[in-house]
């Protein structure tokens, strides 16, 4: 779903395991790694949206995490042009994203890659939660630092309270 500026309604998951590292998933086939992202339908909100990306592309479900937070309002990245797919009008120039901090509730081992007949990811591991700023492809860089200074306080306070409980999970 484009919106007049030709941006594409899009929502991100930064799925957090509670002891201040966060899911990274790399693209299938690919030596780019990312945070889980997808299309918003026409016909479905933002949260509607999140359940069913989360489901598709990292095999998880409602009951398997606790949303934390979500972003107070839509961040849009560009595509560089020679990335973005030619066609006819309208054309897609870049994502507006609703983002979502997520807490794993369920165990990491529940998540998988073949919940669709075509995955997008084929690996994935736990990173320090700033490390998906710098290692993210470019043009992504700004969403992702804006993202995440928004989660930071709620990371952090996910991340005490865990240590708080002094139960060795992490």
């Given at each position: 779903?484009?919106?007049?500026?030709?941006?594409?309604?899009?929502?991100?998951?930064?799925?957090?395991?509670?002891?201040?590292?966060?899911?990274?998933?790399?693209?299938?086939?690919?030596?780019?790694?990312?945070?889980?992202?997808?299309?918003?339908?026409?016909?479905?909100?933002?949260?509607?949206?999140?359940?069913?990306?989360l489901h598709e592309e990292i095999g998880l479900d409602r009951s398997d995490v606790s949303v934390i937070h979500s972003s107070k309002r839509w961040l849009r990245y560009k595509i560089p042009p020679a990335m973005q797919r030619k066609g006819p009008a309208p054309v897609c120039i870049?994502?507006?994203?609703?983002?979502?901090?997520?807490?794993?509730e369920a165990p990491a081992a529940k998540i998988c890659f073949d919940?669709?007949?075509?995955?997008?990811?084929?690996d994935w591991q736990w990173v320090n939660f700033w490390h998906p700023?710098?290692?993210?492809?470019?043009?992504?860089?700004?969403?992702y630092r804006a993202a995440l200074k928004e989660f930071a306080a709620h990371n952090y306070r996910l991340q005490r309270a865990h240590s708080e409980t002094k139960v060795s999970q992490c």
């Open positions: 779903m484009l919106d007049k500026n030709g941006f594409r309604s899009n929502v991100a998951i930064v799925l957090s395991d509670g002891c201040g590292r966060v899911f990274w998933a790399k693209r299938l086939g690919q030596s780019a790694w990312q945070f889980p992202q997808g299309g918003v339908d026409s016909d479905e909100s933002a949260e509607q949206a999140l359940y069913r990306e870049g994502q507006k994203q609703k983002w979502y901090f997520l807490r794993l919940s669709t007949q075509s995955p997008e990811f084929d700023v710098e290692a993210v492809v470019a043009f992504k860089r700004g969403v």
